[in-house]
Structure formats: C-alpha cells, structure tokens
C-alpha cells in the first residue's frame, strides 16, 4: 500500500496538494469531498501560519508525514465515511414488520435484495413479502421525514423565492448606484449560507448526505478574483435556481400532503363519525347524498387505509426524488 | 510490505477506533477553550504515541461524528490564516460519555496488562 502513495510526487502549494486530494477522492460522495477538502485546508493553512519561516513546499512535505498525503486522507474519509453510514442506516423496516413469521421474513428479505437489483419479484412468496412492504412503509423513519418536508417545504419555499428574487432585483437595480455592489455581494454570500441551511434541513429529514462545510475558495487569489470566481462558479446560479424552483415545488408537496392526507384520514374516520357523533355518513353531490348505503362503511375504511400507505409511499418517493435534485443544484464539484 | 506488516496494520487500526475518541474527548475536557482541529491534532501529537500518533487527518471526521453524536458542541469563527475555523467545546453529556469511557478503559487497561504480564 504505502509504494501506491508514492507514486506521485508530493504537491508544493496547497492549491496543488486540495486538487490531487480532490482527485483521490474522485468518485466519493460530492458532501464528503467538500468537507474532506474544508478539513485539509483549515489543517494545511494552520500549519502554513505556525511556521512562517518555512515555504509552502516545506511545510506540504511535513504535513504528509502528520496529516498524511492526499492519497492516504482519500482513504481515510472514505473508510470513515463507509463506517458512519452504516451506524447511520436505518434498520429494514420490512424485516421487522414482518419478524413474527420467519418463512415471510425470509422472502421479504429476499424481495428487498432483489429490489436492490431491480429485478421485479414474480414468485408468489414474493407476492406476500410485497403486501408486507407496501405496510411496512410505515415503519421507515425517512417516510415521516419526508412528509414533515413536503409540510415544511411551502414556508421554506416561499422563504427562499421571496429572499432570491428580493434580493436579486433590489442588488441588480441598484447596481446603477455604487450602493448595489455590496449589497450584491451581500445577498451572493447570504445564497451560501442558505445553501448550507438547506443542505441540514435535507440530510436531516430526507437522509441524503449533504456538505456540512462550505465550498472550497483558492485563497492565493486576491479578493476581486474570488469575487469574480463568485459570478462564474455555475453553483451560485444553479442554488439559486433551485431556490426559485422551491416556491413551485413546495406549494405542490404542501398541496399533495395536506390533501392526500385529510382525504385518506376523512375517508378513515367517517364511518366513526357516524356512530359516535351521529354525523350523517355519505357522499353528496349538489347537496344530494348519493352515498349513504350500509356496505359503503367498510369500503371507505379499506379505500383510506389504503390511500393513507399509498400517501406514505409517495412522500416516501418525494422525499428520494428531491433529494437528488437538491444533490444536483446544491452540491456540485 | 509484508504479511506481518499488513497485520500490524489492521491491528492498529482497529486499536485506534475507539481510543481516538476518547482522547479528542479528553483533550477537550482539559483545553481551558474550545480549540480547533489543527490544535487539537497538534496537541495529540505532541503527547501522543503508538495508536494516536497516525494520520491526523483521520482526527476530523471523528470530531464531526463526536459532534453528531451530542457530546461536543462548535461554533465558527473567522481567521486570518484561511478559511473560518471550527471551534470546539465538550458539553455536559460529553463530560458523562468521558467519565464513564474512562472508567471502561481502566477496566480494560487492567485487565490487558495481566493477560499481558509474563510475555517476553
């Protein structure tokens, strides 16, 4: 292993040693790059001001041996990164659902794994292990997660359109004055920050890895550089597409939740209603109730039930579907 | 490398898992002030041997999952050196976890010894 890190040369700036780190990682996970390379940095730049007599070159050359060398700090985040994700996965929910019968356990088990593969399970063992996984949707932590997002999204959406083309508008035109230079530079750095905001809000409740540390700035530029480098970088432009898509993307996941959620929950209690409250059981059509016949109780208790877990597999798949889209806008290298 | 090597590796490996946190816990609980990172790593290496005297890039990400995990707290503050460090603070809950790990290192530190005593 260790004639592997030798292979290429030690890098002399930190710039140099950043980008053959960034490459060793190459493939990982785009948050662990960015806070692996945050790390280096604060760690490289520490060392740098410790020892003003030395060189970049020098210091770089010490630092393999303590901090290690780019291809060894690859590997050590991503070792970490494998252990953390395991202590951080959610126990399958369709094993314990269904651990009281061992024989479906057995095919439930066997049915995800083939999930995994995206092979459609056709057998009839199958077919019972996949009533235990529509069920057993309710046991996963992520649905609820996701649900509270799609709930939270409409105030986190309207929040982030108001602030984007607020801020946006008032910066651009005031450009005209001196006054809209800062101000743009202001509300630019406040779009990172948000980004950041965002990025716990998803890994909290959507479970996607997302950077915990900002973006890496070559700081051997000087400040109008890096201030240009703000306009050109394509991931200030694409957050702030995303924190306009978020108003339109929110509102349809409040709207999706809210209602799927009374109907399934309506449909569940109203037969209840009837007999606790006396509330007339029905379906009205202009003021007509077309639907007040016996049998339909039990139907309109299996229809919400069923509506209910059909809602949970939903947000369930919303919360995965912008979870990468929040992976593409947000986190990009 | 040799096979010998490659157990001496794994070893040490395994060794430092868990020993890693409790010395980042510990130094923690010593520091009069949050430290960052960098005086963290330094501060290991400065006092420490065998297990702890590795890469101390691998110090980091176990900070962030000590922090994660409720017994540190950070904040962020600019400096001139580069980018915004992260300070960190052991809370309460931190100060308990020490307390008791300590009190299973000793057991373990005891007991290894007289497994250990006699071998030359």
């Not at chain 1, 303590?66 to 050590?76: D, R, T, W």
């Not at chain 2, 420490?48 to 409720?70: F, I």
């Amino acid at each position: 292993m260790n004639t592997e890190y030798n292979a290429r040369p030690l890098p002399t700036t930190i710039p140099e040693y950043l980008e053959q780190l960034r490459a060793a990682l190459s493939g990982a996970d785009p948050a662990m790059i960015q806070d692996a390379l945050y790390d280096a940095e604060e760690y490289l730049r520490s060392e740098l001001a410790e020892q003003p007599g030395k060189s970049e070159a020098e210091v770089i050359a010490g630092v393999a041996g303590s901090y290690g060398a780019p291809e060894e700090v690859a590997e050590i985040y991503r070792e970490t990164e494998v252990t953390v994700n395991r202590a951080l996965r959610a126990p399958r929910p369709a094993t314990r659902w269904v651990a009281a019968t061992p024989v479906v356990a057995a095919a439930a088990t066997a049915a995800s794994v083939e999930s995994a593969t995206a092979v459609p399970p056709v057998r009839e063992p199958a077919q019972r292990s996949l009533l235990a996984r529509f069920f057993g949707v309710a046991l996963d932590p992520h649905t609820y997660g996701a649900l509270f997002y799609m709930l939270l999204s409409l105030a986190t959406g309207v929040f982030f359109f108001t602030w984007v083309v607020t801020g946006l508008t008032l910066s651009v035109s005031l450009l005209i004055l001196i006054i809209g230079i800062p101000i743009l530079l202001l509300f630019l750095g406040s779009v990172r920050v948000l980004s950041l905001v965002e990025g716990r809000i998803i890994e909290t409740m959507l479970g996607v890895r997302m950077p915990r540390r900002p973006t890496y700035t070559d700081r051997s530029q000087g400040w109008l550089q890096r201030i240009g480098a703000m306009f050109s970088d394509s991931r200030t432009w694409l957050t702030m597409l995303y924190f306009v898509l978020m108003l339109p993307l929110g509102t349809l996941y409040f709207t999706l939740a809210t209602t799927l959620l009374s109907v399934a929950l309506s449909l569940m209690f109203a037969p209840m209603a009837a007999l606790v409250f006396g509330h007339p059981f029905g379906i009205w059509v202009d003021g007509v109730n077309v639907g007040d016949a016996f049998w339909l109780w039990p139907v309109s208790i299996t229809v919400g039930v069923l509506l209910l877990f059909g809602t949970l597999h939903l947000a369930r798949g919303i919360g995965k579907l912008h979870g990468a889209i929040a992976k593409q806008l947000l986190v990009r290298l | 490398m040799t096979e010998l090597d490659a157990h001496l590796r794994k070893f040490q490996k395994e060794l430092s898992t868990g020993t890693v946190s409790l010395a980042l816990l510990a130094v923690l609980a010593k520091a009069p002030e949050p430290l960052y990172g960098y005086l963290i790593a330094k501060e290991l290496e400065r006092v420490g041997d065998g297990v702890l005297s590795g890469k101390q890039s691998a110090l980091y990400p176990v900070l962030r999952n000590l922090e994660g995990a409720g017994l540190l707290e950070s904040h962020v503050e600019p400096s001139v050196a580069g980018p915004p460090r992260r300070y960190y603070r052991i809370n309460d809950d931190g100060r308990a976890a020490l307390r008791q790990w300590i009190a299973a290192w000793n057991a373990t530190r005891d007991s290894v010894e007289s497994v250990l005593e006699g071998i030359k």
